[in-house]
């Protein structure tokens, strides 16, 4: 009887060792999209500063090329999104109205004035509630500065936050005479981010890019970003549909060790717009060995058939529990999961 007291009493440590061992182990990673860019305008050193003081896993960069093959980070191939581009060199767009990146030089990227996101045509903000128009002379940065700020940062601080880099349009790129893709895996090399324990992470919508990354020798985390519209100058909405095939994600994960699907992928709106139900790509990623990441929360702009942002939250990481998620507003996102015990 003894022996059968002490070997529950074991039993009871163990089952409860192991629990808690399975509580600790859901750790979500958050990056910050674009930088804190809720609160200081996209993709500008600052907001990357302010992001990383807020205690985020990554910080963004979605990487674009200039025309004298410099790496810029900027979320759009145009300038006229979150710039003065068309004050500072009128007449420099192309037929369709736009000013592309890969037409001006990094010097002259450099000499513009980055704002909050506008649409071109209007002129007004596509958020009209954040960091309003203001004489600040913030800047376009290099990708080389974004790397900088981050390993400098861990240094003063003694923290460990990584990048989190998008290849954006390799195709546009590549029809331009630009190896964006190439640039990008050499510059995360000489930083020391192409290593499988580095835990910077490698993303693109692009299917192509995502095996050629490979073949370029990228041995790093790398993602596949999966939208309903796809995200290239070529049609792919064809290609994006099958990504979100189980046989597609099988393959995808030949490749890929994250899955990122758009969250109302995996909490899709109802008919009607009133309410979602889940879908079961991401259990299938997991299944085959993928980690489930998804993008973006904005309490700002909600994903469709949610009420609150507080709703979005217990279903990315109660119901969905996903992996990793990006955020405008990382700070809201780390404080849930802090008044959660997931962090």
Known sequence: MKHLFAFCALSFVLLGSSLALGAEAYHPQIAAHRGASGYIPEHTLPAKAMAYAMGVDYVEQDVVMTKDGKLV??????LDTTTDVAKKFPGRQRAD??????????????????TERFNPKTGKAVYPGRFPDAPIAYQVPSLEEEFYQVQSLNKSTGGNTSVYVEVKQPDFFMEQGLDILKGVIDTMTKFGYNEKDSKAILQTFDYESLLRARELGWKGELCMLVTASGQSTKNDKERHAWLRTPEGIKEVSRYATIYAPNF????VPTADGSGYTLSNIGELARQNGMKLHSWTLRKDDLPKGFKNFDEVLDVSFKQLKV?????????????????????
């Open 97 to 114: 109205g736009r000013y592309y990146v890969s037409d001006f030089t990094f010097d002259e990227i450099r000499s513009l004035r980055v």
């Open 323 to 343: 992996d990793g998620m990006f955020s405008d507003f990382p700070d809201l996102v780390i404080a849930y999961l802090k008044e959660n015990k997931l962090r």
């Open 73 to 78: 980070v900027m979320h759009d191939i145009y």
């Open 264 to 267: 109302n992928l995996l909490a």
